[in-house]
Every structure is written in C-alpha cells, then in structure tokens.
C-alpha cells in the first residue's frame, strides 16, 4: 500500500535504527551506558513534584484545562522574562503555553506555513526545526553556518536563492545538537535583517538555563524592536528537570502568538491543570533549583571531556547546553555517524547520537548526551579507550555486526 503524503515527506528515522541495537544489546546481556538521547535523569525538584501532589487532591482541578495555559502560568512566564532577560511581556497576548517547546515549534509551523513557503533553518539542527515545516507543506533551505560573522552573508544567498522569499528564518543557541552559542550583538545583526527583509525570526531557546562559563546566553527579544517579528520558544524539560511533564513556552509576536493560540485551541486542550500550577510554582521560586541543575551538568561535561580526552577521543568543551558536538575520531570518520555510532554499541558498551540525524551536515560528529552520572561517564570512557586500542592494532576487524545482517 502506498505511504500517505506527509509520511512519505519524511526519511527513515535515524535515531531509531541505534535504538534497536541499543535495545538488541541489552536483550542480551549487555551493560549500554546510553549518552545518545537527550532525556534528563535527574529528579524533578521536590518542591515542583509537592505543589503537583498538593493540587492533584482538588477534584475541580481534573477537568480540561486552558489551551492557551492557565491566567498564572502565563503570569509566571512573563514574569520570568522580566526577570531573566529584562523583556517586558503581555501575559495575555504575548505568551502562550505549549506541550513541551517540540510541540510549541510543530503548531506554529502549521499556523503560518502555506504551501510552498520556504524556511531558512540551519544544518545540523534539532529535527523538529525542519521537519514540523516539513509536514506541513513547507520547503526547508538549509544553512550550514555558525553565529559569526559568515551567519547574514550566508542568509543573503539564502535569500537571493529563493523563490519564494523565505517566510521565516529559525535559529538555536545555544544550539542542540553543537552546543554553539549566540551573542546580543549577533542578535541585533540578525533582527535588523529580518526586518529589512520582512522575514519572521523563530527562536529555540531551550537550554537557556544550561550554561558554564559564566555568561547567561541572551535572548534575542531583549533586542529593542525584536518582538516586531519574532517568537521564541522555551522548555522546562532540562531547566527544571521536567522532560516527562511536557510544558513549553512560545512568547513574542502577537499576530503568530494568536496564529498559534488558534491553532492549538483546535488541536488540545492543554497541560493537566495541576502540572500547569507546579510549573507557575517553578518558574516563580527563587531560582535555587536552576543553579543546582545547571552545577551538576557543569560537572558532567568536565568529567566528561577529561575522561574522553584520556581515552584518546578529544572533545571540544561546550560552553552551553546538556550536549558536546564530538568529531568523530579521525580513523572512523570515513564510515560516518551512523556506522560509527553503531560501533560504540556494538565494541563499547556506549550509546550516543549520530549527527546525521540533525542533518546531512553533521555527519561527521556524534552527539554525547550529559545524561549519566559522573561514574558511568568515567566507565563510558574506560570502554571507549579499549575500543580506540583495539581497533588500532586490528583495524580490519572493527566492523559493525549489523553490517553482516
């Protein structure tokens, strides 16, 4: 039977084909330390997992909720904002609740895209950035840029190449999966383009939380004038150790914050209010929970990149992010991510993500999620350090079982 339309849009998922492995290997016996997916181990805070528990008890709070999130969860958004950022928001036309930031990107793509309609995203990105434009009829311009100084040339062809003109242009930083961070002045250069090209700017700032080097990462509202076309999206899922709760932000424009209000009253009828209250309750707690997350990632990735580094697989630092963008050791890096992701599996006991799941760009790096706690981090890189020693005295044997199935 022939695939229906939007499936057949989309490529085999890539991540998938390492979860099958990941989960042959541990069907039979074996210990998978899993730094592939991006799903934070740690535990929800107990004073968010109290406030859930104490309003769950209130029978009127199990009845449907608001789509658009309840009038004090959108305060608290807002007030964040203030706080953080220093951007004043109307609660009540500039903020919008969403299922997670992947649901909040999804539903605004299918709110402003028309057929046809071309969108500038980078490569390698987070698959949502793409694909939720992909599924809803629109045509994805990749750009292979960083935030420096080559980004608005590389926009420019992006534009001159385009017809139609873009409708809108996402950005990501600090970036999944490179972990590449943008500065305010880079934000301002971008704004001024997109108004003068009358282009919409969709920004993912998930892992604004997630930083280590002492410089919080900016959001681009907090340049003046930028709410005139843009929306940004946010997460709780890593800030506050909340993947499973699923509650999200968009804020910014309100012509798209309406577009994707509407869009999302015919589609849910949002978060369980009691998750929406713990979360109000997060967001407006005295910040304690975001630093002891935040630490704790801090001091994965050092261990992380210490312990690799030893192995013999060095690892550029992140500043940002629960992610480090690894280049794949010089001697597999014929074989791409996925092969050599597979190999990981298969000789090393360590999952992690192929970069060519994020896109045709990335193929030559893995992503290394900061999901283990340090020991198992440590382990990951003992197993790693036989395999490199291994394959370098036996080179010809260092070839993914799943190739000879």
């Not at 969403?98 to 990105?125: H, R, Y």
């Not at 490179?178 to 003068?196: E, N, Q």
């Not at 892992?207 to 900016?218: A, T």
């Not at 929970?289 to 992140?318: C, L, N, Q, S």
């Amino acid at each position: 039977m022939e695939e229906f339309h939007k499936v057949r849009r989309l490529p085999p998922y890539v991540f998938e084909q390492v979860n099958r492995l990941k989960a042959s290997a541990r069907s039979r016996g074996a210990d998978i330390i899993d730094l592939g997916m991006g799903n934070p181990d740690l535990p929800t805070p107990k004073a968010i997992v109290d406030k859930l528990c104490e309003v769950v008890r209130d029978p009127r709070t199990h009845r449907y909720s608001s789509s658009r999130g309840i009038p004090g969860l959108r305060r608290a958004q807002a007030a964040y904002y203030q706080r953080r950022f220093g951007v004043k928001l109307n609660a009540d036309t500039q903020v919008v609740a969403t299922l997670g930031s992947k649901e909040g990107f999804a539903n605004m793509a299918q709110a402003i895209t028309a057929p046809g309609d071309v969108i500038l995203c980078p490569n390698p990105t987070y698959p949502i950035h793409a694909f939720g434009f992909i599924m809803s009829g629109g045509v994805i311009r990749s750009l292979q840029v960083e935030p420096d100084d080559g980004f608005i040339p590389a926009v420019e062809r992006g534009i001159r190449h385009s017809i139609p003109k873009p409708l809108a242009l996402i950005l990501n930083y600090p970036s999944n999966p490179t972990a590449l961070v943008a500065s305010l002045d880079f934000y301002k250069d971008v704004v001024a383009f997109a108004k003068k090209n009358d282009i919409i700017i969709l920004s993912d700032l998930a892992y604004s939380e997630i930083y280590f080097d002492g410089n919080p990462p900016p959001s681009v509202l907090q340049v003046p004038g930028a709410i005139d076309v843009c929306v940004e999206f946010t997460s709780m899922s890593k800030t506050f150790s909340m993947p499973g709760w699923r509650m999200g932000f968009a804020v910014g424009n309100e012509r798209l914050i309406s577009a994707l209000t509407r869009v999302k009253s015919y589609l849910d009828y949002g978060a369980f209010t009691p998750i929406q209250v713990a979360a109000a309750h997060a967001l407006n707690g005295d910040g304690a929970d975001i630093a002891e997350v935040r630490e704790v990632y801090h001091k994965r990735r050092d261990v992380m990149v210490d312990a690799f580094t030893r192995a013999g697989w060095t690892i550029p630092a992140p500043a940002a992010s629960m992610f480090a963008w690894a280049p794949i050791p010089e001697p597999f890096r014929h074989l791409g991510s996925l092969e050599f992701s597979k190999l990981l599996i298969e000789h090393a006991d360590v999952a992690v993500a192929p970069g060519i799941g994020f896109g045709e760009h990335g193929d030559d790096h893995v992503r290394i999620a900061l999901v283990e706690n340090e020991h198992r981090i440590r382990q990951a890189a003992r197993n790693i350090k036989r395999f490199l020693a291994s394959s370098a005295k036996q080179p010809n044997n260092v070839v993914p079982l799943s190739a000879h199935r």
